[in-house]
């Protein structure tokens, strides 16, 4: 066979191969690139030309800056808030329901999980409104508790753990309930422990919708010490805003802050993002 | 005992026949469960259901603002109306054209990277963490930083342009580049998902029908067209469904680059229900609106079903 030797088309192919996939990268790369640099820069040399990609001055002051003129310290303990409850919540919700769902035989039960999944064809611009409505109603605008409760269960999360559920052998369940022990205790001591990883990719997803959502807190959020990051950064840019023309450094500097943790936490559980998008995506 | 005695013993032990409620106080329903599905389903019912029949009555009223009070039944007069409203139908062909240039432009490009990384080539891992960095990050960062980015007078893309010979140009304050601009930005933004999508679909294809192929004499754009592509079938429809879904909801970049405009050229069906709801207050209306919508994306999704049930596929989705 050729297929393993280095002809000069095989080189050839390798060669233009990283030239196509280096270009790809810097395309995706240089933005951030540039939103890092020009976070360090003085006002005025930000808008220099031709535009300086790499750091020509290295200075904090934005950074410290954003602590001092925008309440950005506040946003961020919001945003820390209202991410982690929203996280334990839809685990602990969407885990329950999977376990009832892949384990336990009652009637109407099969039905039910069709009105679930059902469910997921709606865009959730219809409900919206109404949604609204309701959490206007119940008194809980400008409230974490409006922030966090309508997006504390997750279909799309019951579907994923029912799927991790059913593959845990039938013995361990039937072991269990010889034993004595309660569903609630399977539950919580044998099918959490071994579901581990989808868990996981359930927390990652859970964690990066609620830090970057923008429009359930745009409607919720009214005065500014409720917003979060994601808000409190599109209120810097908004028209009324006089930064967005003016001050590209302090921006740049708010977007850093916003990305990091989204960055740290998709780098330390790559793994488990990846495989959640290969669940939601091709399964046909 | 004899066989047929054994047969005779076990009938005898046969339950009669139970009805409903019978059947739910047995103990072979595990009522327990009721119990572990209640809090999601108190979830679905009052976030979910309530407001999906709520948007539905909303959208035969004139109710305006967050109080009640005043709300009216007025029939299908909203839906009567938006029937002739130019600005909605607007909406609608910006947020069609937007679907038009990102469905095909984000699959092409993806599609390129993924047959690049299946070559197997070293590092391949580190370029894919490359590629999602834009996946996984916010759109109202990304959002700013590209609004710096395509500035026209300092931007980068514009002094890149330049350097090739290409007129600088007013991405954002012109008509007709600002859509174009904003599908670059979400195509940049959203190649990574799809080229992992392309990917896994590539990956699917055995190696033996490349090389029978190649033995058969044909070469690589035939092999391409003639074999990877119809192979892939199932992934391009996924990606060309779920982008059209996607495109009809596309919603922060239009917020935070440019609020619809300018001119109006990016008002997107989304971002103008979001204003006439909670800017105008015009709820009733905006409701019908998001109803029209809900038809789009529904026929979208009950051609992926048609297509799923085709490919001898279980299950709903």
């Known amino acids: 066979m050729t297929s393993h030797e280095n002809t000069p088309f095989k080189v050839f192919a390798k060669i233009a191969g990283y030239t196509v996939l280096i270009g790809v990268a810097l395309t995706m790369i240089v933005p951030f690139i540039w939103m890092v640099t020009t976070s360090l820069k003085e006002p005025n040399s930000a808008f220099a030309y031709p535009p300086q990609l790499l750091p020509t001055e290295i200075n904090f002051k934005n950074y410290e800056m954003l602590f001092t003129l925008v309440p950005f310290g506040r946003y961020f303990v919001n945003t820390l808030v209202v991410t982690l409850f929203t996280v334990v919540g839809q685990l602990l919700i969407t885990s329950l329901a999977a376990y009832g769902f892949a384990r336990l035989n009652f009637i109407g039960r099969d039905t039910l999980f069709v009105i679930f999944l059902a469910t997921m064809m709606v865009p959730y611009q219809v409900t919206l409104i109404p949604l609204f409505l309701i959490v206007f109603g119940l008194g809980w605008v400008n409230t974490y508790t409006g922030l966090i409760i309508p997006a504390i269960s997750s279909v799309f999360g019951i579907f994923l753990l029912r799927q991790a559920f059913l593959g845990v052998p039938r013995d361990y369940q039937e072991a269990a309930r010889i034993d004595g022990a309660s569903e609630f205790r399977i539950y919580w001591r044998i099918f959490l422990p071994l579901n581990g990883p989808a868990l996981a990719t359930l927390a990652v997803f859970a964690f990066m919708g609620t830090w970057t959502d923008l429009l359930w807190p745009l409607l919720i959020a009214r005065t500014p010490e409720m917003r979060t990051l994601e808000l409190g950064l599109a209120y810097f840019n908004s028209s009324t805003s006089a930064f967005r023309q003016t001050n590209w450094p302090l921006m740049m500097a708010a977007s850093v802050i916003v990305m990091l943790p989204v960055l740290f936490v998709y780098i330390f559980a790559q793994r488990y993002f990846v495989r959640g998008i290969s669940l939601s995506g091709v399964k046909g | ?302 051609i992926q079903v048609w297509y799923r049930r085709r490919q001898g596929e279980s299950g709903l989705f």
């Open chain 2, 1 to 302: 005992m004899s066989y047929t005695g054994k047969i005779a013993a076990t009938t005898a032990y046969l339950p009669k026949q139970k009805n409903l409620w019978q059947r739910f106080w047995s103990r072979s329903n595990e009522k327990v469960g009721y119990l572990f599905i209640l809090p999601a389903f108190l979830h679905l019912l009052l976030f979910l259901l309530i407001p999906l029949v709520f948007s539905l009555y909303l959208s035969f009223t004139n109710w305006r603002g967050p109080n009640p009070q005043s709300a009216l039944f007025i029939g299908l007069e909203n839906y009567e109306f938006l029937f002739g409203d130019r600005r909605f139908w607007e909406a609608m062909r910006n947020t069609a054209y937007y679907t038009l240039l990102y469905v095909p432009g984000s699959m092409i490009v993806s599609l390129l990277i993924a047959l690049v990384m299946n070559q197997k080539l070293k590092g391949v891992y580190l370029f894919r963490t490359l590629f999602f960095m834009p996946v996984i990050s916010s759109w109202v960062a990304v959002s700013i930083i590209w609004i710096t980015l395509l500035d026209p007078q300092v931007g980068i893309l514009n002094y890149v342009l330049r350097q090739i010979g290409i007129a600088p140009v007013n991405w954002l304050g012109d008509p007709s580049t600002a859509m174009i601009a904003i599908v670059i930005i979400a195509i940049w933004k959203s190649v990574g998902f799809q080229m992992v999508i392309w990917l896994a679909g590539l990956q699917a294809i055995p190696e033996e029908l490349h090389e029978a192929a190649a033995i058969d004499g044909a070469n690589r754009t035939q092999t391409f067209f003639r074999i990877t592509l119809p192979l892939l079938a199932p992934t391009t429809f996924f990606l060309a469904i779920t982008g059209v879904i996607g495109s009809f909801q596309v919603f922060s970049p239009i917020y935070v680059i440019t609020g619809g405009g300018p001119r109006g050229s990016t008002d997107v069906v989304v971002y103008h229900i979001y204003t006439r709801a909670f800017e105008a207050y015009d709820m009733g209306y905006a409701a019908s609106q998001a109803w029209i919508l809900f038809a789009v994306i529904f026929a979208a999704t009950l």
